[in-house]
């Protein structure tokens, strides 16, 4: 994990309030691995004062190493609008990559990728990497919810990558109206997965855990809590644990992927 300055590639207004942007980095990171995050923030600004948390959206390779990645973020509050109005030539600071990452065994070859929102951030990087590494994805399955059509990202990307994705909204605006977990459900009742991993809210994850638990299938998951120092020197993204004689986990060292049956939900 280093501290760096980097430059702003792009910067890509994709709907309402959600951007994505381009990052230079130096090549350590093409080692980062799918859910590992960096801590963003703005030298010389006081207001944010903290670095902020971004999962790794995915990775700019060339000539096999990362000279770039990319986050994929929505305008919530004043770190995320300052990363808005960044233009191509623009410097942040960055330091990462943290965490840690997702875990898939090899032995697992039907998969069910669940993102909720924003929460796809993380699951395109994944699915991308496997892609990299000539992973058979033909038994993948994405499943993308959100309140309304403009929250639907980056389902191009899967289809690109010859994965199947299934829609939903709250709204009814695109996608089946219904919770993204409904699909889930369905599908699992059908034939279930050797493995789910998800990102999302806390609700939508606290059910896809729920679903995971009762057809027995491995679960991980990536959560987002609230980080001041991304290094564990805070304590302030401690999440509760259910292992026994450890009473709480910390989501930026631990985590933020976590398996299933390690949290409390
Ligand atoms: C590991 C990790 C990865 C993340 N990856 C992404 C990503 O890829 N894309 C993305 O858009 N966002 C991501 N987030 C959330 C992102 O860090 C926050 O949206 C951001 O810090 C908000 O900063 P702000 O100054 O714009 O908003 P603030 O003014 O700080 O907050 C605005 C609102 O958002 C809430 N909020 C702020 N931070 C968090 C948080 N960490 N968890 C839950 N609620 C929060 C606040 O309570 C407040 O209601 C991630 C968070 C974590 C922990
Ligand atoms: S964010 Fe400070 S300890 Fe985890």
């Known amino acids: 994990m280093i501290q760096q300055s980097v430059k702003v590639l792009w910067n890509k207004k994709l709907s309402t309030a959600c951007y994505k942007i381009g990052l230079t980095c130096s090549d350590h990171y093409s080692s980062a691995k799918p859910g590992q995050f960096v801590m963003l923030g703005f030298a010389g600004q006081t207001d944010p004062l903290l670095h902020r948390p971004f999962s790794i959206h995915n990775l700019l390779i060339s000539n096999g ?8 973020y929505k305008v919530v509050g004043i770190a ?8 191509a030539g623009d410097s ?34 994944l699915v991308s990497d496997f892609h990299r590494k000539k992973v058979d994805l033909s038994n993948y ?26 829609t ?6 695109a996608g089946d109206q219904c919770l993204v977990t409904h699909p889930v459900e369905t599908a699992i009742g059908q034939t279930a997965p050797d493995a789910i991993v998800a990102c999302g809210p806390m609700d939508m994850l606290t059910c896809v855990v729920g679903i995971a638990e009762k057809h027995r299938v491995p679960c991980q998951v990536s959560i987002e809590t609230m980080m001041a120092c991304g290094m564990g020197a805070c304590l ?4 509760e644990s259910r292992t026994e004689g450890e009473q709480y986990l910390h989501a930026c060292m631990d985590g933020p992927v976590f398996p299933a049956d390690a949290l409390k939900f």
């Open 65 to 72: 190493s990362a000279h770039g990645f990319e986050l994929l």
């Open 80 to 87: 995320t609008a300052s990363l808005a109005a960044r233009k």
């Open 92 to 125: 942040v600071e960055i330091f990462g990559p943290l965490g840690t990452g997702f875990l898939i065994p090899s032995r697992a070859k039907r998969v069910f990728v669940v993102a909720g929102g924003i929460g796809v951030a993380p699951l395109v990087f």
């Open 141 to 166: 399955r994405v499943f993308i919810g959100g309140r309304t059509k403009e929250d639907l990202l980056c389902c191009q990307e899967f289809l690109d990558l010859g994965v199947s994705v299934q």
């Open 168 to 173: 939903t909204t709250d709204d009814g605006s």
């Open 236 to 239: 302030g993204c401690a999440v």
